[in-house]
């Protein structure tokens, strides 16, 4: 069904745990490939008691450094409450989420707010930039909360605007810039802190099909310069034939 550019990760469906087909773990050592993210027999549901909806059933999935994953499958079916797990916005029923060598599970509030911000790069369907604020200053707000100086934040701010293509664009608002500029702004937003992976949401849910190809272009730029992880929810072929491997899920199981 789907199209892979890259060899070298390869693609695996598997009822057990999923992961890129390496022939034996001295290839990985060799290639300095480690485990970034790692998922152990995870559940999740949501309701009460009789009206419960078992949204996720037993996962088990690893995720390599330096990975592009796309994560597919029908509306409902649990990819953004899978993705909302690795990132820490919510937690598991049972089962283990593994970070970046952190059990999320042992985390408290403030710690996982700290996991977030230090690791984490969100990037959503809808930007959710802030609209009075400036491309740079939206850029500034990861900053902000980790109490960076004034100066320090605009240099950061800036050298991330450049990245994506936006020097000319940094004291714009949202509403003067175009659907593909406001998500790069919020991807240099998620660039910001350096994060060891990028969690993306529908990143092209709301482009055309040409902006949302810039889009997974720059997405793999910054994965081939920063080495950066990516998992990538997504409704579009065109994204997930980008992939280094695509993860099929339907009914809250890895099919
Ligand atoms: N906070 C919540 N409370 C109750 N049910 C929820 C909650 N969040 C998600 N669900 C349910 O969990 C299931 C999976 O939702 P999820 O948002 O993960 O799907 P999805 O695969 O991302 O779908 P889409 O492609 O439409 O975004 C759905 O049936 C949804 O109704
Ligand atoms: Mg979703």
Redo the contacts with the bound molecule.
């Keep these: 069904m789907f199209s892979s550019d890259s060899d070298q990760l390869g693609r695996c469906n598997s009822n057990h745990v999923v992961e890129p087909k390496f022939s034996d773990t001295v290839d990985q050592e060799q290639n300095n490939v480690s485990k970034i993210i790692e998922l152990r027999s995870v559940y999740k549901k949501?309701?009460k008691i009789k009206q419960e909806?078992v949204?996720l059933q037993n996962i088990n999935l690893n995720i390599y450094t330096g990975e592009i994953v796309a994560l597919v499958?029908p509306?409902?079916?649990?990819?953004?409450?899978l993705l909302n797990l690795i990132g820490g916005l919510d937690q598991p029923d049972s089962g283990d989420v593994i970070v970046d060598g952190r059990n999320l599970g042992g985390l408290n509030d403030n710690e996982l707010s700290v996991f977030r911000n230090q690791t984490i790069g969100f990037v959503f369907q809808f930007f959710y930039l802030q609209p009075y604020l400036t491309a740079q200053e939206n850029v500034e707000i990861p900053l902000v909360f980790r109490g960076e100086s004034r100066a320090v934040r605009s240099q950061k701010a800036r050298r991330v605007l450049e990245q994506v293509g936006l020097s000319a664009r940094i004291s714009y608002l949202p509403n003067q810039l175009s659907g593909g500029q406001v998500q790069r702004v919020a991807i240099a937003r998620a660039l910001v802190n350096s994060p060891k992976i990028i969690l993306a949401d529908e990143p092209t849910g709301n482009l055309d099909m040409n902006t949302g190809t810039e889009i997974i272009n720059l997405l793999k730029q910054i994965n081939a310069n920063l080495h950066t992880t990516m998992v990538i929810?997504t409704?579009d072929l065109n994204v997930a034939k980008h992939a280094h491997r695509v993860i099929e899920i339907s009914d809250g199981k890895i099919v």
């Design positions: 949501y309701g909806v949204v499958g509306s409902g079916s649990g990819k953004s409450t929810v409704h």
